[in-house]
């Protein structure tokens, strides 16, 4: 019971997190490097993975890039 309420609220928190924080991030990041051309409104039809994930990928690029 009690490990089944932590994989919801889990689930639920990183659902939060990815869907609306990384993928304001990656909105705003990429809006600034297509000067507006991607990613489209939200109503329209792209892929909100690849947006919410773009942070991360700069993320760990930079890390790469600044440890190396």
Do not use: C
């Not at 304001?24 to 039809?45: C, D, E, F, H």
């Amino acid at each position: 019971m009690l490990d089944t309420l932590f994989e919801v609220v889990a689930s639920v928190l990183v659902e939060f997190l990815f869907y609306t924080v990384l993928y304001g991030v990656g909105w705003v990041m990429l809006k600034a490097i297509t000067l507006g051309g991607y990613p489209p409104k939200r109503s329209q039809k792209h892929n909100q993975e690849l947006v919410a994930l773009f942070p991360v990928a700069t993320f760990f690029v930079g890390a790469a890039v600044l440890f190396s």
